[in-house]
């Protein structure tokens, strides 16, 4: 080993810049989020706009966790967890949704689906 | 951080991806290369037990049954033939109007989470990593949240149930006598 292997680094010198920081994750988190809010926006096929919500969950997941990590608390991961409970609720109620709906109308358009338009 | 970067980059490539695919399956499966890369991610942030269930949970169950469904309905492709070539900021206007709104997000968000400075360096104190601890808090803190999510999860059964299956009316015993 080279000679620093037994001098000890002060904690604070060791971290420096080569770590990545709150603000980090925080700024993925939202870049995630501005792209799936794009695929809702911009797309026209329903299961693409469930998979572009699924984006946006996966973001606000990331969050979650990195805020948990930031403040030294498990509620974070908890929260992960019950979010990723919702995601398979709505996933099964959506894609049964799509199912009805493709069945109807063969199309995955959402433009198709005015009945409740006026 | 070179792990940081290459976790982002796969995640942030591949969620462009999904939403620039025509097909739904290419976009699946491309979803799930972005839950890998945050699984990868969550690893980072010491949270082993989020990033195992985000591979057993997301990729493995939600993503097979979006999965599933795309091969059952074997859906066409999405574009009609006049805008089948253009730009996405030459489409109609709610098109672009959604391009212009996802990036002006996007830059707000950055520009509000780059300009106060915030935390710089590792974060502080001792991450929370063990299963154990997570589950102490899941069931004594968070134990009625986790028992009303059971009803949401069996509420969300009999609902996909129901709405997927065919001629509910029909086959029933309930249903009205016809003719």
């Known amino acids: ?118 | 951080m070179t792990l940081f970067y290459l976790f982002a980059a796969v995640a942030v490539l591949a969620s462009l991806l999904v939403i620039s695919q025509r097909n739904p399956i290419y976009s699946v499966l491309l979803l799930i290369a972005s839950f890998g890369a945050l699984s990868g991610l969550y690893v980072l942030l010491e949270a082993p037990f989020v990033a195992v269930i985000q591979i057993i949970v997301y990729a493995g169950a939600i993503m097979v049954l979006f999965l599933f469904v795309v091969m059952l309905l074997n859906a066409p492709h999405e574009e009609t033939e006049q805008d089948e070539r253009l730009h996405a900021f030459r489409r109609p206007a709610p098109f672009r109007f959604g391009v212009v709104l996802a990036v002006a997000l996007a830059i707000e968000l950055t520009w509000a989470l780059t300009r106060g400075g915030g935390e710089t360096g590792a974060f502080p104190g001792a991450a929370v990593s063990s299963v154990r601890a997570i589950g102490r808090t899941l069931f004594t803190e968070y134990s009625f949240p986790f028992e009303v999510t059971s009803i949401l999860i069996l509420v969300a059964m009999v609902g996909a149930v129901v709405l997927a299956k065919r001629d509910v009316g029909r086959s029933g015993a309930s249903a009205p006598p016809r003719g």
Do not use: C
Request: glycine share 8%; aromatic share 8%; hydrophobic share 55%.
């Open chain 1, 1 to 118: 080993m080279w000679a620093g292997a037994e001098h000890p680094l002060p904690p604070e010198d060791k971290v420096g810049d080569d770590v990545p920081t709150l603000n980090d994750y925080l700024i993925l988190s939202a870049i995630l989020f501005a792209i799936g809010s794009a695929g809702v926006l911009i797309r026209r096929n329903i299961i693409t706009i469930l998979l572009s919500v699924e984006i946006m969950l996966n973001a606000v997941n990331l969050s979650f966790v990195a805020f948990g990590r930031a403040l030294g608390t498990a509620d974070g991961q908890i929260i992960v967890f019950f979010v990723m409970t919702v995601a398979a609720a709505e996933a099964a109620v959506g894609l049964a949704i799509v199912i009805g709906l493709f069945r109807h109308r063969e199309s995955l358009n959402p433009a198709t689906f005015t009945s409740l338009k006026w």
